[in-house]
């Protein structure tokens, strides 16, 4: 059984930063792409960035390439968000989901089918 387990979120004002991390669980978890997600109250969950199964292949929303950065570490089975020059749009809950596909790369598949493990989310608030 694998599990995702988000962290890092909190509040922070305009412009600052924060480190999202996701801690997986279960045997080949390097083996596969993960994405992050975000939901904020009232819209539909977005893809914000994804991460290929070896780390070589990433994928960034338009809204928040250039000031996001995922990347992930094997060795910890942990994949990280860097996220710098926060915007108010930027407050949501924020998901990291499994990729299905095993040696797949980053992607920006949206639809839940392509997934099979999703954290809890963890909740990011920008504001002064």
């Known amino acids: 059984q694998v599990q995702l387990e988000e962290s890092g979120g909190g509040l922070v004002q305009p412009g600052g930063s924060l480190r999202l991390s996701c801690a997986g669980s279960g045997r080949s978890f390097s083996s596969y792409p993960v994405s992050w997600f975000r939901q904020a109250p009232g819209k539909e969950r977005d893809l914000v960035a994804a991460i290929s199964w070896d780390g070589e292949d990433t994928y960034y929303a338009e809204s928040v390439k250039g000031r996001f950065t995922i990347s992930r570490d094997d060795a910890e089975n942990t994949i990280h968000l860097q996220m710098n020059r926060l915007k108010h749009e930027d407050t949501a809950v924020y998901y990291c989901?499994?990729?299905?596909?095993?040696?797949?790369?980053?992607?920006?598949?949206?639809?839940?089918?392509?997934?099979?493990?999703w954290g809890q989310g963890t909740q990011v608030t920008v504001s002064s």
């Open positions: 989901a499994r990729d299905a596909t095993m040696y797949g790369l980053a992607n920006d598949r949206t639809r839940p089918i392509h997934y099979d493990y």
